[in-house]
């Protein structure tokens, strides 16, 4: 792990102006439990982290009058299975983040670093970036090893696949995310927030690098006849 500033955020106006507008020169530190490792093996080099722990308004279910929720990019996954309006409402849902990863880290991730955590592609773990190629210019992934890359949708130039187990319930549930960032807010369905970088200085998700994921937003599930994991 490089040297690199530190500063912690306390509103999403403050985090917002300490972020770069060129990836890889800050990072978004919320529970944690990607980013520090690709730090530690040198994947990600940032300038600078800025924390927002501590943003108010990020870290809460909020339930709507039609029966929807509202759910704030701080919240971690283990809330998110204990939140009595989830599991009654959106158990799949429930169930989906309950199966996610161990306990201790369920009790630190977030929902929002979840959706935007970096893909778990061998060759970008590595250090080789997002599109590997070997010295004659070949993609790696097509020509190497690529057991646990994208069997469709794979045509390229990187063809890893999302990380997020989460992320396909969400998409049934016709869940939408709320984005913050220095020209304003907006609201994407999840369904289009994922994409295919072209380069390794673009990021696999319709994110710019001064923006913020702040809330999840979820309609109301009363018509969904059955969902399951």
Not at 50 to 65: D, M, P, Q, W, Y
């Amino acid at each position: 792990m490089i040297q690199f500033e530190y500063v912690s955020a306390n509103s999403v106006k403050q985090a917002l102006g300490l972020l770069s507008p060129n990836w890889g020169d800050t990072e978004v530190l919320a529970g944690g439990t990607d980013l520090l490792g690709l730090m530690k093996d040198f994947v990600l080099t940032p300038k600078r982290v800025v924390n927002i722990k501590h943003v108010s308004g990020l870290e809460a279910i909020r339930t709507e009058g039609d029966g929807g929720a509202r759910i704030g990019a701080l919240v971690t996954l283990d809330r998110i299975v204990e939140a009595s309006h989830i599991r009654q409402n959106y158990p799949a849902l429930a169930e989906t983040v309950a199966d996610a990863a161990s306990p201790q880290i369920r009790n630190m991730a977030t929902i929002g670093g979840n959706l935007c955590q970096r893909p778990r592609c061998w060759y970008f773990r590595n250090g080789m970036g997002l599109l590997p190629k070997t010295p004659d210019g070949k993609s790696m992934v097509v020509e190497g090893d690529n057991r646990y890359h994208a069997i469709i949708g794979n045509e390229g130039p990187a063809c890893f696949v999302s990380p997020s187990t989460i992320a396909p319930l969400l998409i049934a549930y016709g869940a939408r995310l709320r984005i913050v960032g220095a020209g304003g807010e907006r609201e994407l369905a999840l369904e289009k927030f994922f994409r295919i970088p072209g380069s390794d200085a673009e990021r696999e998700h319709d994110l710019k690098p001064n923006e913020l994921v702040t809330e999840i937003l979820l309609p109301s599930a009363k018509s969904v006849r059955a969902a399951n994991y």
